[in-house]
């Protein structure tokens, strides 16, 4: 007998329970968390960010627009997305020493720098270009290594900028050539 009293008891507490998540179900089931929006591509929740939904990283959407500066513009000023310019080396480092130093990280045959140097002295002059293969690496490492300490410095990488830009820069600055 008392056994079947507590199964009544708890019936009717199984029961409201149930009576209760139902109701509750049918408020949320048109609430705007799921609603949907047409996107430029598909159809998607309002809930999900567009880098998860695209399925892209920050790193290829950041490659993607440094890509798209440089080639949908009519007169770009950037080298290229896979152009990097790096500044404050250390004056012992060699063209040799930032090329390992770079292809150890992103991958062998993936990184050649050109070092600016002294015609005169042969020392290198504390700033010079990176080359990659894709612009993703150029963009990883314009990302991860910005500051690093490289010899005795920290180095500073930016975009690789054309030089007849660099010398409208100049131009506008009232910097000139050192006459020679």
């Avoid at 892209?56 to 798209?68: A, F, G, Q, S």
């Avoid at 997305?81 to 992103?106: G, M, P």
């Avoid at 894709?134 to 010899?151: F, S």
Wanted: aromatic letters at 12%; one cysteine or more; hydrophobic letters at 40%.
């Amino acid at each position: 007998m008392i056994i079947l009293k507590i199964l009544f008891m708890f019936i009717g507490l199984i029961q409201s329970f149930m009576i209760k998540k139902i109701k509750w179900g049918d408020e949320n089931l048109h609430g705007s968390q799921f609603r949907l929006y047409r996107a430029k591509y598909f159809r998607k929740f309002k809930t999900m960010p567009y880098i998860r939904d695209s399925g892209e990283n920050h790193i290829k959407e950041l490659t993607r627009e440094r890509v798209k500066l440089n080639k949908h513009t009519a007169n770009p000023i950037t080298r290229g997305a896979n152009f990097l310019f790096i500044c404050n080396l250390d004056n012992r480092l060699s063209s040799q020493d930032v090329t390992h130093f770079f292809n150890y990280f992103i991958g062998i045959g993936s990184c050649v720098a050109q070092i600016k140097r002294n015609r005169y002295t042969g020392r290198n002059m504390g700033h010079g270009i990176l080359k990659f293969k894709k612009a993703e690496d150029a963009t990883i490492v314009l990302l991860n290594y910005q500051g690093i300490k490289l010899g005795e410095k920290n180095i500073i990488l930016t975009e690789a900028f054309k030089n007849d830009y660099l010398e409208q820069k100049k131009h506008i600055c009232n910097i000139f050539k050192p006459s020679t």
